[in-house]
């Protein structure tokens, strides 16, 4: 199973179109059942759960900057603009567009039936508090999960896996990616731009790989994900990448034969060299090929890509960020992969155990120790002891040299990373602790490697230049910027949907979830504490 072959495949016609799958399961429509049902569940936790616990204008955090800004998108006054908020006015413009006017066909049609509104959501203000929430409670979860399952369709369901056990697997881990904890409790019942920023990179990325969506659409889902976070730019760049790879594979055939990603670059750079340096007609003729396929697959996101960086260049200043630009500074911070790494191995580790209790269950426990011991014995002597010492070295001086802390993450005690930073390396404890995590860094990044291996050498290129991309530039430790990551790194990860143990350790890691969600939101609802931020007595809460 490799994702992106099978996605040059369907653009080749040897797929059929995703409108020819069937996508219901046991009479039910798989793709917009549950998103409608995730919707209603989560609008019932705003409205009746989270909402009753604050006030009709009370703000969490960031919420402050976010709401007014957005009822000044709903009240057509786009010239104004916050100075501390730092992302592209994405999510401000959905929910004008949205609520603006439903609230005024929500009063036509009462007042034809001559009825009076007393709902929550309306008032005089049709982008009030709760209103604003609903536009992530409501809409968010529902199109990451209708997403991230049409992109598991797309990459691969073929007419060999079309069976009841694959799709039920893809509807739970849609579920999961859907409901995941780091963005779902409790950021998709507040007013925060992390649930739709999520969202809106699967929307895109879900149309990108469909060979039938329309040019212009998948212009607008593209400019619409640079909108909600500039920083979803990258993984339009992830996806431009791979379609030139393929695009390199296809006309140069000697590329596709590259067993690793060393020899992956050195085939493509000696093609290219005897394309530019030797006067050869066949050779042209596969070079003009080449750049016609390139500019065909890639004209989109090219076009995107473009825009944002003539937007950086010269009308932001050279800056990503819009405001509060001091405060986010890029800073080159390499021990953010390892924290990602880390990251990877804590949410999958309910994936993991349950695939391997499972394929456990059908061997005896003699059967169990031996492959444990192969297992071991395969890596002992299969891996470069020198690459594991230098690996090693190379974290360690990360970890001397580079763990640092941004001012925010040592001052705001309202979330969890404050307090895993003091327990383990705020200035007090003993340093030995911090190098405790160095073989748990080595061993994630070795799992997330060896994982992807699975995938095509252009993904796995495509991942290695972005992820680091996107998160060594980044200053502040926050758990909310390893979401997209991890999540394109499971979509591309995925095992064949051939048997019952996929199906099983999907909906345990749905189950696992769900715990985390209710622990986190339980937390957060109903554990307040007196904030030290100033002194006016007021409640704070924890969360990510």
């Keep these: 199973m490799a994702a992106p072959v099978a996605t040059k495949e369907a653009r080749r016609g040897g797929q059929k179109p995703l409108a020819q799958y069937s996508e219901t399961i046991c009479g039910l429509n798989a793709s917009i059942l549950p998103a409608v049902v995730l919707s209603t569940v989560t609008w019932y936790l705003l409205r009746y759960v989270v909402q009753p616990l604050f006030g009709p204008n009370e703000y969490y955090i960031d919420e402050e900057f976010h709401v007014p800004q957005a009822r000044h998108y709903c009240q057509a006054a786009f010239h104004k603009w916050d100075p501390k908020i730092t992302t592209l006015p994405g999510l401000y413009l959905l929910s004008s567009t949205v609520l603006v006017p439903f609230m005024k066909i929500y009063d036509k049609i009462l007042s034809l039936f001559g009825v009076l509104d007393h709902d929550l959501l309306h008032g005089n203000d049709p982008c009030s508090l709760v209103a604003l929430r609903a536009v992530n409670a409501v809409g968010a979860p529902a199109c990451l999960y209708y997403a991230f399952y049409r992109c598991q369709l797309l990459l691969f369901l073929n007419e060999n896996k079309k069976t009841k056990i694959a799709k039920w697997s893809c509807v739970f881990l849609a579920l999961s990616v859907a409901t995941f904890p780091v963005i779902y409790a409790p950021y998709s019942m507040l007013y925060y731009t992390d649930a739709w920023a999520t969202a809106s990179v699967f929307l895109w990325y879900s149309s990108h790989l469909s060979n039938e969506t329309n040019f212009l659409v998948k212009i607008i889902f593209g400019g619409f994900s640079v909108l909600c976070r500039q920083t ?13 790879c393929h695009c390199a594979e296809q006309c140069f055939p000697t590329i596709k034969n590259s067993v690793s990603i060393f020899s992956y670059i050195q085939a493509t750079i000696i093609e290219f060299y005897h394309c530019c340096s030797i006067k050869n007609k066949h050779k042209s003729k596969k070079l003009i090929e080449f750049f016609q396929k390139c500019l065909r697959v890639t004209c ?18 050279g800056d990503i960020v819009v405001g509060d630009r001091q405060a986010h500074i890029p800073r080159f911070h390499p021990m953010q992969l390892c924290y990602f790494v880390v990251f990877v191995l804590a949410f999958s580790l309910p994936w993991l155990l349950s695939q391997a209790y499972f394929k456990g269950q059908t061997s005896n426990s003699f059967s169990i120790h031996f492959n444990l011991a192969k297992a071991f014995h395969e890596i002992h002597n299969n891996t470069s002891k020198v690459l594991v010492v230098t690996l090693l070295i190379i974290i360690s001086g990360l970890v001397y040299f580079n763990t640092i802390a941004h001012p925010y993450l040592l001052a705001d005690n309202r979330h969890y990373t404050f307090y895993v930073w003091r327990l383990f390396f705020s200035p007090g404890k003993p340093v030995f602790l911090r190098y405790l995590l160095v073989p748990l860094y080595a061993c994630g990044l070795w799992l997330v490697n060896r994982t992807l291996m699975q995938s095509s050498i252009a993904y796995r290129l495509a991942y290695w230049i972005v992820t680091p991309l996107i998160l060594c530039a980044q200053f502040l430790l926050e758990p909310r910027y390893f979401v997209v990551p991890y999540l394109m790194y499971r979509l591309h990860s995925n095992k064949q949907f051939i048997n019952s143990h996929t199906f099983k ?24 504490f007196v904030s030290s931020m100033d002194n006016t007595g007021r409640l704070d809460r924890f969360t990510w």
Excluded: G, H, K
Excluded at 232 to 244: G, H, R, S, Y
Excluded at 510 to 516: E, G, K, L, W
């Design 232 to 244: 979803n730019i990258a993984w339009l760049v992830f996806a431009t990448i791979i379609d030139v």
């Design 505 to 528: 350790a999907a909906f345990i890691e749905f189950i696992a979830y769900q715990v985390f969600n209710f622990v986190i939101m339980r937390v957060f609802l109903y554990s307040p």
């Design 300 to 317: 989109p996101n090219v076009i995107v890509i473009l825009s944002f960086f003539l937007f950086v260049v010269f009308l932001n200043n």
